[in-house]
């Protein structure tokens, strides 16, 4: 019985001994170093899209719920950087009206492009920082529009490996079409890239009731909560394709936010950059071909998408890749002879004027301060990026916000850094302790916290212990009640 006590009582202080060092390291460490990311950075100001509080970031591969979409964890799962309200554009006017005769450009140095198309923007993708713009507020009918958050809404709550039955419906809509047969199935995958490469209405009709179980009109519902949740306040959908509806619209700033989010997302990326594509069915095969001729023409050229309901009234949607600049150009009813021209002309300013650069490096010390005797370093714990002209830092004005809480952690931040660009843009950065201080706790505070942290182990000691106590007691109770039995019998044989 003493063997099985003793053994308990050693592991005992052996938890208590090590439970105590670990409390000591993990409480009084103030050793330099990071912890991993948790910068929230914002931008705002000119040339960033206004999301309000349903703003998403850029894509989910998995897909997204709209009626869930978490803007901050899109965006940070990307690494893009967050667009929050935004007033004005590229420079310093409002762009309110949509009147504009000429757009105006952020590089002050170097005249802006002469746009033929009546709406134009240029944005980084990355940042959402816009370059150009010429009346990105002005409320225009797009078809291209509803046929890429068509894609966006099948890719998000749709399953591209699943078949689809084309219905009489879907077969029989008016436009541009496949000539899908009804009753026949497709392939949901080779119909969105049908829709992007040749805008197909009935591919587009034969999506749309396979994601919402035949209903069209929840469809169309899904488009605009999508549209909501991205912040495209000035954007509404009547139907699917794009087909004329006096009561759709949506801007050129709309578009590219949707663009920035949907280009994230890999599965649409794959869509959009896609040139040619191989359409087999049961009477033939053939090659789906993208109108859109800058994949032929324009080095660093990434996707495109063409679309119109008038011949007279062009829409170009590009990205477009070089060093480590990526570009979305919005070019809307463009004369046809112009289109791709006004679309070169954008990306050509884009690349020639601008680069990229780091604004804040990743730990780089922002500021220092004095906080309960110690020397606090507050640092970035991400690159931030940002666009600027050529020649220019584009840096106005600059200012730092100091909170500091006991206790001071890694992963929790302590302030905030605001650098505001030459176009009004704010980027902001928070700011993390270099390393961490943490208030010494006294000998009972220790005892207890090592009790808390170890709770489930101390009680199943406590109850072994208990049990060997018990069996104790009942040994000794077994012990003395034979020493009694002992003396009574010597007492009887002396009597």
């Not at 009346?135 to 689809?164: D, F, R």
């Not at 699917?240 to 989010?261: H, N, S």
């Not at 004027?353 to 004095?370: D, M």
């Not at 992963?411 to 208030?439: C, H, K, M, Q, W």
Request: charged content about 20%.
């Amino acid at each position: 019985m003493q063997k099985r006590v003793l053994p308990i009582f050693l592991a005992t202080v052996l938890i208590l001994t090590c439970s105590y060092g670990v409390c000591f390291a993990g409480t009084e460490n103030t050793a330099p170093g990071t912890a991993g990311s948790g910068t929230v950075f914002q931008i705002s100001g000119s040339g960033t899209q206004n999301p309000g509080s349903g703003n998403s970031g850029p894509g989910n591969p998995g897909g997204v719920n709209p009626n869930t979409l978490n803007p901050a964890q899109g965006y940070a799962a990307s690494g893009l950087q967050n667009p929050v309200p935004a007033s004005t554009g590229a420079g310093t006017g409002n762009t309110a009206t949509g009147d504009e005769i000429t757009g105006r450009g952020a590089a002050s140095m170097v005249p802006a492009p002469e746009i033929s198309a009546p709406s134009a923007l240029l944005m980084e993708a990355e940042t959402g920082q816009i370059l150009y713009e010429k009346n990105i507020n002005a409320p225009l009918h797009i078809s291209a529009a509803n046929k890429l958050m068509t894609i966006l809404v099948a890719i998000e709550n749709g399953n591209l490996s699943s078949y689809v039955t084309a219905s009489s419906e879907s077969v029989n809509t008016e436009g541009s079409v496949l000539n899908l047969v009804a009753g026949e199935k497709y392939l949901m995958g080779d119909l969105l890239y049908a829709i992007m490469l040749t805008s197909a209405n009935d591919a587009t009709i034969a999506v749309a009731e396979h994601v919402s179980s035949g209903d069209i009109g929840k469809f169309v519902d899904l488009m605009n909560k999508t549209a909501e949740n991205l912040g495209m306040a000035d954007t509404h959908f009547s139907n699917p394709t794009g087909l004329y509806d006096e009561k759709q619209y949506t801007t050129a700033r709309d578009i590219a936010t949707l663009v920035r989010y949907a280009i994230a997302n890999p599965q649409f990326n794959t869509l959009f950059t896609t040139k040619v594509k191989l359409w087999n069915d049961k009477n033939k095969s053939s090659l789906l071909t993208s109108p859109f001729r800058l994949f032929w023409e324009y080095d660093g050229i990434l996707g495109g998408k063409t679309g119109y309901n008038t011949r007279e009234k062009q829409t170009v949607i590009s990205t477009a890749s070089r060093s480590n600049l990526r570009l979305i150009s919005i070019v809307l009813d463009a004369p046809e002879a112009t289109m791709f021209t006004d679309t070169k002309a954008l990306l050509d300013y884009g690349f020639s004027n601008f680069r990229k650069g780091t604004l804040v490096s990743k730990n780089e010390v922002i500021r220092t301060v004095e906080f309960e005797g110690h020397e606090v370093r507050l640092i970035s714990q991400n690159d931030i990026m940002y666009v600027h002209p050529l020649g220019e830092s584009y840096i106005k004005d600059f200012d730092v916000t100091v909170d500091l809480r006991s206790p001071l952690k890694r992963t929790v931040p302590a302030g905030s850094a605001v650098y505001i660009l030459n176009d009004g843009t704010e980027v902001r950065i928070s700011l993390f302790p270099e390393s961490e201080i943490v208030p010494v706790e006294d000998k009972k505070t220790r005892i207890q916290k090592i009790v808390m942290e170890n709770k489930d182990i101390f009680i199943i000691v406590a109850v072994l212990v208990s049990i060997e106590i018990l069996l104790l007691i009942a040994n000794i109770g077994k012990l003395i009640a034979k020493l009694i039995t002992l003396s009574q019998r010597r007492d009887r044989k002396r009597s």
